[in-house]
């Protein structure tokens, strides 16, 4: 027998969530980091902001050729568009080397460029992807603008191009483009770390003694169950409306009655008491659950029974 | 700790202030770099952040704490790319691609390279036989934008007076045109080195293509009888701008000849370790363009004598050369060591 499929279901729904996550990232130490792909639409963002920056530079030493006289249209035009290339490309590569792979648009947008095999960022490959970016994005972008220019043929080629280069990060999960492949790295959102307080802490030793809790009680959970608890439980309503707390409170009422249900747990429990309830069952469901886990059986979610079904037959 | 109290607290009460301080390192060091540390700091980070990746690793296996388990994630990420972020200082690193680096990948890419001037050489042959042989196909090969008003109807006296010109108002228009040309061949050559990747043929066909147009070019001064002074002034900037697309497309040999043998490793791989080397030809070729562009825009009108053009043109090629053969040669050994 395998699983149901209404698990599977469930099990997809969630996977599918965390699927923007990189997941075979493996730094020297040897444990596993995850991070965070960054999509295409917050890439582009920080582009935009790298172009207006280089830009810039052109404009001023545009600026500075015309009013000394030094060169004039279309001459002044053509060494525009050049001294665009060999300001932007030496910028990226420099800003990515300085920065630890990020340039001022991605610090901005808090990305970050990582090498795929877990090593250091190494000038090699950031010079490739970057040189890569000339031919992927710059060129067709800039045969764009001209585009009124170019036979019903060229157009077609370019329309093909730039189909092919949007379809290579769009199909691939990691969304890599031609470049990042090449130089193998990996554009991602640079990590937050925020440490919330530990809820074990919290429940006082009369509210562990006033809500005790069976074994049987707490075989219906898993860690994904516990852990969603965990979150509604981190959610602070001191600094918000009244409206929000309300909501807040009537959450933790339907979620402590749907516990009580389900673990036949038959005490009554008032309503004022019902975050220390919450907080006392999590406190023993937690510890519950990771004996459980020390001991070989780690329970994913509320289906862990079917698992050891299938597992048994 | 009371008896009480669950493992995994246990286990994150005892190491949350190490945590804590960690990331007071790696904030100082996101902030303004590895160097602006102190000699204290500087040696904490590296074992705080193996601490922190062992409490990473111990806390997937005994702890569900989703947000303990997220904030160490995070942690240990950013002081990942805090600890191995590119050490060596801007200075060192050009001067192992300009010492070393360019020069020995020139010299491992030999083949290529005499494949490269090759493809451009028997353009220019058959371009000026083709001329030769029927000079409407001048009309054929030259685009409008690179001719620069020079056609077949152009008699001698035109001709000259493009190559020789002193007259400063003509500057402007000839500094365009001088622009427009650059500007063709910086496009070339990028090609030229990007498209290799598709079994080297259209590298090569671009390349023949820019030969060919040379050819036809010089066979018509050479019809009207000019041959030399034009190439003193193709020399000038020509040794360096048609060797830069030569190079760049041997860069793009070595992408095509690592897709078509790519010997035991997987073509991606190949692509990957021919990668290195074609980029730095790339590089070289870039650096020979904007050298190249410099000459142009300045030398060519600046310097109006003959010799003298072909002196800076032939002299500038003899540097290059020099560069490429004789720089980081005692490195050699050790590169293929390693």
Redesign the interface.
Known sequence: MSTPAIVKRARKQRSTRDGRMIRDFRPPEGVPLNFEVAGLGIRLAAQITDLLITSMFVLVLVLFLAATDLADGSALWIIASLSFFFIRAPYYVLAELIWNGQTLGKRICRLRVVSADGRSLRPYSVTVRNLMKEIEVFYPGTMMISAAALGPGEYIILLIWIGVLLAVPLTNKKRQRLGDMIANTYVIYQPQAILMPDLTTRPAAEAREKFAFLPHQLDHYGAYELQTLEKVLHVDTSGHSQDIARRHRRNLKAISEKIRSKIDYTDKVDDKDIPEFLEAFYLAQRRYLESRKLFGDAREDKFHKHDEKSAAL | MSE??????RF??ER?AD??RL?KIVAQTERSGVRSLGFDDARDLAVLY?QA??S??VAR????????LD?L??????A??AV?????S?GG?FRR?FVYGIPQAMRRSAIPLLLGFLAMGLGALTGYMLFLDDNTWYNTFMPEGLAGGRGLSSSREDLLSVIYQDDTSAL?EL??FA??L??HN?TIA?FAF?LGVFVCLPSFALCAYNGLILGVFVALHVDRGIGMDIFGWLSIHGVTELSAICIATAGGFRLGLAVLFPGNLRRRDA??RE??DA?KL??MA?IML?AA?LLEGFGRQLVQDLDTRLMIGWGVGALWLSWILFSGRGQDRKAAKE
């Open positions: 009480a109290t669950i493992r995994s607290t994150r009460a949350e945590w804590q990331e193996r990746m062992n990473l690793s296996e005994i702890s569900l704490d989703k947000s303990l904030y994630e995070a942690l240990c990420s950013r990942y790319l191995y972020a590119p050490q060596e801007l690193l691609l402007d500094g365009a622009s427009h650059f500007s910086t990028m990007a692509l990957r990668g290195r980029v790339a590089i870039a904007f562009g």
